[in-house]
């Protein structure tokens, strides 16, 4: 049985990351993620959160159904991802992936810099498919390496200026199919002990009532403040994944 300490900082992870995908589709699991370091080594605590990724995302289809999925989109997303998922696993297994962290976390913070010295009203814009490709690859090596998937999606989704619910519902689609596919190699990486086990049952109650308290939250939104939101944790996603990438080199 793991000890009441862990316990309830890895409830703690899992309903904050839960209230995210509720409110906001997915994409920003790598705010959790610290909270569970704190008590489990970062592999153990990926592999923790694989299969409670899958529990999310069977309860957040009761609120992102397909009405609200841009399928054109998704179906540029979703084979890249799993692509990337696959270059993912092969660079864990083979190359030092710091750099590449660094490097996306850079890409997104000028991302964001240019939108908030652009318009601070989020405008639809012309669909860019030759965006989907690189976008999808690089979250879904990201995601598999560190569930930090979300920047490159974000990147790709944000200036298409979506409805929210499309928006939302489209980044829950592709990270559905996602942690489907992430959990598999996860496992094998973690091989998760029996305790292990255990915690993740036990952190399973705090996935409905976050993604419910995570969506409520998102029906109060306005348009416009759900994309600002969106773009702050993008700016605090990006920020750790730079943090994590340069302080692995100290």
């Not at 959790?32 to 995302?57: E, H, K, N, Q, R």
């Not at 009761?62 to 009405?67: A, E, F, I």
């Not at 308290?213 to 029906?219: F, I, N, P, S, V």
Request: proline share 9%; aromatic share 10%; glycine share 10%.
């Amino acid at each position: 049985m793991p000890d009441p300490l862990t316990l309830a900082v890895a409830a703690l992870g899992v309903f904050l990351i839960a209230f995210l995908r509720g409110a906001f589709g997915g994409g920003f699991a790598i705010i959790g993620i610290p909270l569970l370091s704190l008590v489990l080594d970062p592999i153990a605590a990926g592999t923790v959160l694989a299969p409670l990724f899958i529990a999310m995302d069977l309860v957040a289809l009761r609120y992102w159904k397909p009405s609200t999925w841009s399928k054109p989109d998704a179906v540029l997303l979703v084979p890249t991802f799993i692509v990337g998922i696959g270059l993912g696993f092969l660079l864990m297994r083979a190359i030092d992936t710091r750099l590449a962290t660094i490097l996306i976390a850079l890409v997104t913070l000028v991302f964001v810099a240019l939108w908030f010295l652009g318009t601070s009203t989020q405008q639809p814009r012309a669909r860019p498919p030759p965006q989907a490709p690189p976008c999808g690859l690089s979250g879904g090596v990201t995601t598999m390496v560190s569930h930090s998937g979300g920047p490159p999606l974000a990147m790709y989704l944000l200036p298409l200026g979506l409805p929210k619910a499309v928006y939302a519902g489209t980044t829950s689609l592709v990270f559905t199919a996602a942690n489907l596919v992430k959990a598999g190699p996860w496992l094998v990486l973690g091989q998760p002990t029996r305790a292990l086990w255990i915690l993740m049952a036990l952190c399973l109650p705090a996935v409905p009532i976050g993604i419910y308290a995570g969506w409520r939250l998102h029906e109060r939104l306005s348009q416009e403040r759900m994309y600002r939101l969106c773009y702050a944790l993008l700016t605090v996603t990006a920020l750790k994944l730079l943090w994590d990438g340069v302080r692995s080199y100290l």
